[in-house]
């Protein structure tokens, strides 16, 4: 497995279980220790979708700037000849 199908499952195993933690949160008269760690819970897998949106959006962007320099070296040199 390599970096992007990682990204790829931290992103579906993140969303859904972020929705199901907030639907807990809002439907539950819980004590404080439970709400603790269910607040615990909602930042960590927030961090995961954020950390891995980061990461998708960052690889697409090098790609393109990739491509960008590619296509300008080409350029260049079609107008050096």
Not at 30 to 58: R, S
């Amino acid at each position: 497995m390599n970096q992007k199908d990682y990204l790829k499952i931290a992103l579906l195993v993140s969303v859904p279980l972020l929705i199901l933690v907030l639907i807990i949160w809002d439907l539950g008269s819980f004590d404080a220790v439970v709400k603790t760690y269910l607040g615990v819970a909602i930042l960590l897998l927030f961090y995961n979708f954020i950390i891995g949106v980061i990461f998708f959006v960052g690889e697409r962007l090098f790609k393109l700037f990739k491509w960008c320099k590619a296509a300008w070296e080409r350029m260049s040199v079609k107008s050096a000849d």
